[in-house]
């Protein structure tokens, strides 16, 4: 049973314009979201996170939405960058901070 | 400060032989959560080991285990290998209710 899931495996984005990555959920209980950043060859790296008692968290560039009513999540990347290409995974905490995760989306930026 | 690091980088064993993968947490850190990221897939629960003792694991078979030591760093054990347990094999570390989870970079396991 996939809680968490990332129904995109790639997406690819003009350099400058938005990148919108989606997650979607399953279990009402989870209260927290987290989105990670994965470049090859190196671990995940925290991104942003977004408590359920919020529609909207902001950080620079990068924003996380929030809709409860549909359990659904959206990144958004706004300007997107090069340097943004790698791999994204959403995540909910299950138990204590053991982490669900989503399948992941490839995010290519191109010039 | 010293993130989490993870030894070996990559390991390459054959079919039915031992993988023994270790893992440092950053300092302060009580906890450590190990995941596999098998080609193509997600990133999927192992274990989750805090103060010396297994707290969960995930919907692996027993030949997959590991302990904590006392200065909290970690092991992670796969008997009986098989070619599927190829996979890169992360290790976090936090301090309990501390979101979010700091990750090393992973052991690539290769059997063959």
């Known amino acids: 049973d996939q809680q968490v899931k990332q129904n995109s495996p790639s997406l690819s984005v003009q350099e400058g314009r938005i990148s919108i990555l989606n997650c979607d959920y399953t279990n009402s209980m989870f209260d927290y979201f987290l989105w990670y950043k994965k470049y090859p060859a190196e671990g995940p790296t925290f991104l942003i996170s977004i408590s359920s008692i919020k529609d909207k968290n902001e950080d620079g560039r990068f924003t996380v939405f929030l809709n409860k009513s549909a359990k659904h999540l959206s990144l958004h990347i706004v300007p997107s960058q090069p340097g943004d290409s790698a791999v994204y995974f959403c995540?909910?905490?299950?138990?204590?901070?053991?982490?669900?995760f989503g399948t992941g989306t490839r995010l290519q930026v191109f010039p | 400060e010293a993130g989490v690091t993870q030894s070996p980088t990559h390991l390459i064993k054959t079919r039915g032989q031992q993988a023994t993968l270790r893992c440092s947490p950053i300092?302060?850190?009580?906890?450590v959560y190990w995941y596999q990221q098998a080609l193509g897939l997600g990133l999927q629960f192992l274990l989750w080991?805090?103060?010396?003792?297994?707290?969960n694991r995930g919907n692996f078979p027993p030949r997959f285990s590991g302990r904590q030591f006392p200065n909290y760093s970690s092991e992670l054990n796969v008997n009986a290998l098989e070619l599927e347990d190829s996979a890169l094999y992360l290790c976090a570390s936090i301090s309990l209710g501390q979101s979010p989870l700091h990750f090393g970079n992973g052991t690539r396991l290769t059997v063959t």
């Open positions: 300092s302060g850190h009580t906890s």
């Open positions: 080991y805090d103060e010396g003792e297994e707290r």
């Open positions: 995540a909910a905490p299950a138990v204590a901070d053991k982490l669900i």
